[in-house]
């Protein structure tokens, strides 16, 4: 089973600014504890170094309240990146923020030029196929550009829907392997998932399926044992980062990285050593 989908050497993360309290969010389920969300932000990058991941530890944006999410700004591959156009407009500036950084990795970055939006939250690239959900953020005109872009790397899009009022495709779904998806039973029910094996989330844990599988483990927000206990039962080293701040602005274990292997070392990002 090939393993390209899930290995990676590095990760790109943002801490949060103080700003991040004003981080969009679909209900207002409190204000975010700042200090909370910095120390399970921490504990989210030592869980990545953990797994063998060069960490790419980026400032924190004030002017852009969603920065910590850096997962929407761009699609990493192993070929080249391409950076997204979100559908917020006050994400829409933080893509051009992540360019430069992707183009010390990568000799080709190509960028979503619209008028179509696509945020990568709303990405999920398997071994053998690219799964897009349109959803509030992503069009289909978005979609269509970037399968257009990523059609000379020889990946291959398919289009599928967001369920109504989630956010992203992403936030109901994870890769888990080559051939296992995570996903809310809500998110799978609409049949998108047909040739892949399905773990579904536990009743009530739907928000457990932002997760991410890097390298050996798979980073789980911390609180949903039921799918913890699944997904060990299938198998698979779990790992729970604290998540409570994140997910009051809808961000899960997904939005807060971009995980990849560059065909470029990174030279002169400071405090980056060379990968393994
Ligand atoms: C937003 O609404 O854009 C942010 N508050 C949350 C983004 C979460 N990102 C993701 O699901 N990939």
Same mark, same amino acid.
């Given at each position: 089973?090939?393993?390209?989908?899930?290995?990676? /050497?590095?990760?790109?993360?943002?801490? %949060?600014?103080?700003?991040?309290?004003?981080?969009?969010?679909?209900?207002?389920?409190?204000?975010?504890?700042?200090?909370?969300?910095?120390?399970?932000?921490?504990?989210?990058?030592?869980?990545?170094?953990? @797994?063998?991941?060069?960490? *790419?530890?980026?400032?924190?944006?004030?002017?852009?309240?969603? $920065?910590?999410?850096?997962?929407?700004?761009?699609?990493?591959?192993? #070929?080249?990146?391409?950076?997204?156009?979100?559908?917020?407009?006050?994400?829409?500036?933080?893509?051009?923020?992540?360019?430069?950084?992707?183009? &010390?990795?990568?000799? @080709?970055?190509?960028?979503?030029? +619209?008028?179509? /939006?696509?945020?990568?939250?709303?990405?999920? /690239?398997? #071994?053998?196929?690219?799964?897009?959900?349109?959803?509030?953020?992503?069009?289909?005109?978005?979609?269509?550009? =970037? $399968?257009?872009?990523?059609?000379?790397? +020889?990946? &291959? *899009?398919?289009?599928?829907?967001?369920?109504?009022?989630?956010?992203?495709?992403?936030?109901?779904?994870?890769?888990?392997?080559? !051939? /296992?998806?995570?996903?809310?039973?809500?998110?799978?029910?609409?049949?998108?998932?047909?040739?892949?094996?399905?773990?579904?989330?536990? @009743?009530? !844990? #739907?928000?457990?399926?932002?997760?991410?599988?890097?390298?050996?483990?798979?980073?789980?927000?911390?609180?949903?044992?039921?799918?913890?206990?699944?997904?060990?039962?299938?198998?698979? &080293?779990?790992?729970?980062?604290?998540?409570?701040?994140?997910?009051?602005?809808?961000?899960? =274990?997904?939005?807060?990285?971009? &995980?990849?292997?560059?065909?470029?070392?990174? @030279?002169?990002?400071?405090?980056?050593?060379? %990968?393994?």
């Amino acid at each position: 089973m090939s393993d390209r989908s899930y290995r990676f /050497t590095h990760a790109i993360v943002r801490a %949060p600014a103080d700003s991040a309290t004003e981080g969009l969010r679909a209900v207002d389920s409190g204000a975010p504890d700042i200090a909370l969300m910095r120390r399970h932000h921490a504990d989210y990058v030592a869980a990545l170094r953990a @797994e063998g991941a060069v960490v *790419v530890d980026l400032p924190p944006l004030p002017a852009y309240p969603d $920065a910590q999410f850096v997962e929407d700004t761009a699609l990493c591959l192993q #070929e080249g990146a391409v950076v997204m156009r979100p559908g917020a407009p006050s994400r829409l500036g933080e893509a051009a923020e992540m360019a430069p950084t992707l183009a &010390r990795f990568y000799d @080709e970055v190509l960028t979503i030029e +619209g008028p179509g /939006t696509i945020e990568a939250g709303d990405v999920l /690239t398997m #071994e053998t196929e690219i799964l897009v959900g349109r959803s509030a953020r992503t069009d289909a005109a978005g979609i269509a550009e =970037m $399968a257009r872009l990523v059609a000379r790397w +020889g990946y &291959r *899009v398919r289009e599928l829907e967001t369920p109504p009022g989630v956010l992203h495709f992403k936030t109901d779904c994870s890769l888990l392997d080559a !051939e /296992t998806i995570l996903s809310t039973e809500r998110l799978a029910a609409a049949g998108g998932f047909t040739g892949y094996r399905v773990i579904l989330t536990a @009743e009530g !844990e #739907e928000a457990a399926a932002n997760a991410i599988r890097f390298n050996g483990a798979v980073i789980v927000p911390d609180g949903f044992p039921r799918t913890t206990e699944r997904l060990a039962q299938a198998g698979y &080293r779990v790992v729970p980062v604290g998540n409570s701040e994140c997910a009051k602005l809808d961000g899960g =274990m997904s939005c807060l990285s971009l &995980r990849f292997s560059p065909p470029k070392a990174g @030279e002169g990002l400071p405090g980056l050593r060379a %990968p393994l």
